[in-house]
């Protein structure tokens, strides 16, 4: 499923609980997080809409190295889109199954019931076959795409969890909502 323009020149992708952003620049694509492999074909309809196609993802941008937020980078790594990743979270990036999880994962569904719809969902979406990015660039290095967005650390559910802001929209909030986008959090 998607929602164009959730506020002007960003899109939203989601499946199940799993969500990533499409960003329109004056010249190029920004995907912010890589959902999961079935994000695919959700992504090429998206960009159809835009009169875009996956060649104009030039930068994925991960809030963080899950497998949930992983799932189609290394699939536009390979079409030559560079992979964004905070230093703290490059190794899960890489390798997504490769990290302790903060619950067992094998007893969760057994402990936790109501969860077994969720992650059916997160399974028939591909979350069992995502594949770890190639060559991911870390958010310190000069990055390209830096007049368009900070990048702000938010540690705590990843070692290198990053929040994105996109000034030009939290200017959109604050012009159409009256308030800052501060005050949305």
């Not at 302790?100 to 994962?105: A, D, T």
């Amino acid at each position: 499923m998607h929602t164009l323009d959730i506020v002007p020149g960003v899109h939203r992708l989601a499946r199940g609980s799993t969500a990533c952003y499409v960003v329109e620049t004056d010249d190029e694509i920004l995907l912010v997080d890589a959902g999961l492999p079935r994000f695919w074909s959700d992504l090429v309809e998206v960009l159809n809409a835009l009169g875009r196609t996956t060649d104009d993802v030039r930068h994925v941008l991960l809030t963080h190295g899950h497998f949930d937020h992983v799932g189609i980078a290394r699939r536009l790594e390979k079409s030559g889109a560079q992979v964004w990743v905070h230093r703290g979270d490059q190794r899960i990036a890489e390798h997504p199954y490769r990290y302790e999880p903060g619950r067992p994962r094998l007893t969760y569904p057994i402990r936790h019931p109501r969860s077994v719809p969720y992650l059916a969902s997160l399974v028939g979406a591909g979350a069992l076959w995502v594949q770890g990015v190639n060559a991911p660039r870390v958010y310190d290095d000069p990055m390209p795409f830096g007049d368009v967005l900070t990048i702000v650390p938010t540690p705590g559910h990843t070692d290198g969890h990053v929040a994105i802001v996109l000034p030009e929209v939290s200017d959109f909030i604050q012009a159409f909502f009256g308030i800052s986008a501060a005050g949305l959090v």
